[in-house]
């Protein structure tokens, strides 16, 4: 199986942002999510973070598009890096910036802010947040660093930053995984970075974060996963808040260490997604599939019921277009939205290291419907560059599925499905494609290459799309 290698390239040209007025203390919290310029439509940020900056080899940047009738377009963008104006920092080899990214109106003005994790920066990591605002993201400030410098990649990779209000007192709080610890942010937010409080939490090292309402109580339950000696494929534990303090719930037969929830079976409880894509023969997922699979755990007034069944879904599962084989990783990359329009959600699943004949590596991305009795393989698509209306041929090392999201960005009801392909052409490139009520259509599918969005020495484009 190939493994993720950072390759230097050339210099980046960044972009200039201003800074905006602190916002009026009674400005009401952001209506759209994931709406950075209040103008109704939901915006996208993809990451970059092998990107080099100037001479700083891996500093990273972000791109961010912005929504419209018609979707994103690369004429709508703006491009964000440490060394953009009103940014903290400086961009430096190895930060790795926009290693992690998340969204959420933390100022309370009504437009979200972005949350860029650069895992790299300084051997420790850090985290910025960009300010949305009329004219869009402009200006930052860094959160609060934590006191360990041997903490290392705080921040994480991919799903390693996430925002909610994890305690349910109307203010969006910001947890970040880390080699050594997990960090916590609890809001609300200043214009400085400064949140009411922060610190540690009990979970140690975690590299991934998965968060939404597994309960129906309107507050995110929270899911840091990692493996251990015991339990390698993957700990699953969920933190609950009960009113007064945060309780854990242990799922013990479950696996898996990335994750998404949404209500699958319409019943009013978040369902939680894991992707187990570790192969049974490495010997990293005992349980698992060869090529990967995925589990669905439905959720309830007392959260997930741990004796439960869950969905199983694999490239094997009657069904499902594909056969799983050794270092697929189906799984690896999974987000969930209702495609269709139909009130459940619905769930993508990216393979990215699936072969597609000679292309190895070449990377699919597979969507599956909700219904009433949960996740069916009933209209199941798997996607790829070499499938009929989508941009572009599947080459080895394209990686098509390094990350998934299903979003709604031209406000008609029904998620598109966005595909990032972070080896394409050795620079990476993003995939749009319409949501239908007859489910994702490559009819008017789009492309967007790193040289599309100005990202003139890219490396990584498309690793991170932000949630």
Request: aromatic share 6%; charged share 15%; hydrophobic share 30%.
């Amino acid at each position: 199986m190939r493994q993720r290698t950072p390759l230097l390239v050339a210099a980046l040209t960044t972009g200039l942002l201003t800074a905006l007025p602190a916002p009026a203390a009674q400005a009401a919290p952001a209506k759209v999510t994931y709406d950075f310029n209040g103008d109704g439509y939901r915006d996208l940020a993809i990451g970059a973070p092998c990107t080099d900056v100037g001479s700083a080899s891996c500093a990273g940047a972000v791109v961010v598009m912005y929504g419209s009738s018609s979707g994103v377009s690369a004429a709508k963008k703006t491009l964000v890096t440490q060394n953009s104006a009103g940014i903290p920092g400086t961009a430096e080899a190895g930060d790795t910036f926009g290693g992690s990214l998340a969204v959420g109106d933390l100022d309370r003005d009504g437009y979200a802010d972005l949350v860029v994790g650069a895992p790299g920066e300084n051997g420790v990591g850090a985290a910025t947040v960009v300010w949305g605002g009329r004219s869009g993201l402009s200006g930052g400030a860094s959160l609060p660093q934590p006191s360990a410098s041997s903490l290392g990649r705080y921040g994480g990779y991919s799903q390693g930053v996430a925002v909610g209000d994890f305690d349910g007192d109307g203010a969006l709080d910001v947890t970040l995984s880390g080699q050594t610890a997990t960090h916590f942010h609890r809001g609300p937010f200043t214009r400085t970075g400064t949140p009411k409080s922060h610190g540690s939490i009990d979970e140690g090292a975690t590299s991934e974060i998965v968060t939404g309402d597994l309960t129906g109580d309107g507050v995110p339950e929270r899911i840091y996963t990692y493996s251990t000696s015991s339990d390698k494929g993957g700990v699953v534990r969920y933190h609950h808040w009960n009113g007064t303090k945060d309780t854990t719930t242990l799922l013990p037969d479950a696996d898996g260490t990335t994750g998404s929830i949404a209500d699958v079976n319409g019943d009013g409880y978040g369902d939680l997604v894991l992707g187990d894509y570790e192969d049974p023969s490495t010997g990293n997922s005992p349980h698992g599939h060869e090529g990967g699979r995925i589990t669905v755990w439905y959720g309830g007034p007392d959260g997930p019921d741990p004796a439960q069944t869950p969905t199983v879904v694999h490239q094997d599962t009657a069904g499902v277009p594909g056969g799983g084989e050794t270092g697929d990783r189906f799984g690896a990359t999974l987000s969930t939205g209702d495609v269709n329009g139909d009130g459940y959600a619905d769930v993508a699943v990216g393979a990215p290291f699936e072969d597609l004949g000679a292309a190895r590596d070449a990377g699919t991305v597979t969507v599956l419907y909700g219904s009433a009795s949960g996740l069916t393989t009933k209209g199941v698509k798997t996607y790829s560059q070499d499938t009929a209306g989508v941009p572009g041929t599947a080459e080895k090392w394209d990686d098509f599925g390094s990350a998934v999201r299903l979003v709604d960005l031209n406000k008609d009801g029904r998620a598109e499905l966005v595909a990032g392909a972070d080896g394409e052409n050795g620079t990476g490139g993003v995939w749009t494609l319409r949501g239908t009520a007859g489910g994702t259509t490559t009819t008017g599918a789009k492309s967007f290459t790193a040289s599309d969005v100005s990202l003139s020495s890219a490396m990584n484009f498309g690793l991170v799309i932000a949630r």
